[in-house]
């Protein structure tokens, strides 16, 4: 073999190596198809609410397309496109971008979010649960209308600052079953507090927009300046049986024939009226274990 020859094979074995290398890197860049089961993520964007947030409010608006408001002492949000359009929705997002937005209310450029996308809540949603909601969002027909940017007053329009706000009231993390409850309330602290994120609504904040703990789903005044329910057993317990609950959660049928308020009754066409029987048995178990708390004297 000449020197030649030899230098010929040393050269090959170290391109083709570097060649595969290059190819691997390339397909770990290409878009891939979404990994979960998109049928069960239509269920779970129902029990996650993502509608509401995400559809303009009028007559013909196209599912998550984004453009709902939603009005704060902070300003006014807007729920941003989320059908997989690759530049006005998250056609570009790979699977860990958007579970990056949902644990770690992060964008994929690393800014952010505003906590009126209630990651605080979806942090706990389970990876499966997760990857199933996101195949489901890449299944919905792409759509070309540009999100529309929030009206928040100075400061709590500076992104950087809602780091200083994590730190006080973000604990991320997927949700942990509790080894001493029943499936069932398990299942039920779940839908309530991930999935359906109750306490977004349901638990009063401070003047930073914080969650008072103290006082957890037990009412007050939410964030469109509307006075919200007691969820504890404070509550329910005067008014209202199981079967009520459950008739109002599927319904919006009432023990007493009062109509829901308009949000709710948005809730109820949206998410809990698309609930199993089951899974809604589970919510109304895990609501009645709920440590009772008085609702505020006004």
Known sequence: ????????QRLAGGIVPLLLALTSVVWAQAPQPAK??????EYLSKAGGCLGCHTEEKQGAVAY???????????TFYGPNITPHPDAGIGKWSEANFFRAMREGKRPDGANYFPAFPYPSFTAINDTDLRDLF????????????????ELRF??????GVTFWKMLYFKPGAFIPDAKLSEQLNRGNYLT???GHCGECHTPRNFMGGPRKDRFLAGGMGPEGKEIPNLTPARLKKKWGDKDLTDFLASGLTPDGDEPSAAMREVITNTTGHLTPADLAAMIAY????????????
């Not at 397309?65 to 300003?75: E, Q």
């Not at 489901?136 to 929030?150: G, T």
């Open 36 to 41: 979960g089961d998109a049928k069960r993520g």
């Open 1 to 8: 073999m000449t020197i030649r020859t030899r230098t010929c």
């Open 193 to 195: 507090n991930a999935l």
């Open 135 to 150: 195949a489901y969002l890449k299944s919905l027909p792409a759509n070309a209308q540009p999100s529309r940017a929030h």
């Open 155 to 160: 400061p709590f329009n500076v992104r950087f």
């Open 65 to 75: 397309a984004g453009g709902r408001a939603l009005k704060t002492p902070f300003g």
């Open 287 to 298: 609501l009645r274990s709920l440590p009772p708390i008085e609702d505020e004297k006004k």
